[in-house]
């Protein structure tokens, strides 16, 4: 899996979003994509597209899908 993402701001709140895609750049829907040690997190939509906020620097995020190996996404 591939990782597009970057950190957004709005109304004061940070946000890393994003798209996951597969070797031949399609859209991965419906990985889950999970804050590291914590129930929080959310699923691509059919587009491959993702939104999850974040709360502190060096928050790192796993993002797994059935058919591929996992990949870890870290902000500073």
Not at 4 to 29: A, F, I, M, R
Not at 38 to 45: M, Q, S
Not at 68 to 76: F, T
Request: glycine share 8%.
């Amino acid at each position: 899996m591939n990782v597009k993402s970057q950190v957004e701001t709005k109304d004061g709140e940070s946000y890393l979003t994003g798209w996951v895609t597969n070797e031949e750049d399609s859209p991965v829907p419906m990985a889950n994509v999970v804050k590291q040690g914590t129930h929080e997190g959310t699923f691509t939509d059919e587009r491959g597209y993702f939104s999850i906020k974040l709360k502190e620097t060096g928050e790192k995020i796993a993002i797994s899908h059935v058919l591929h190996e996992m990949v870890v996404v870290a902000y500073n």
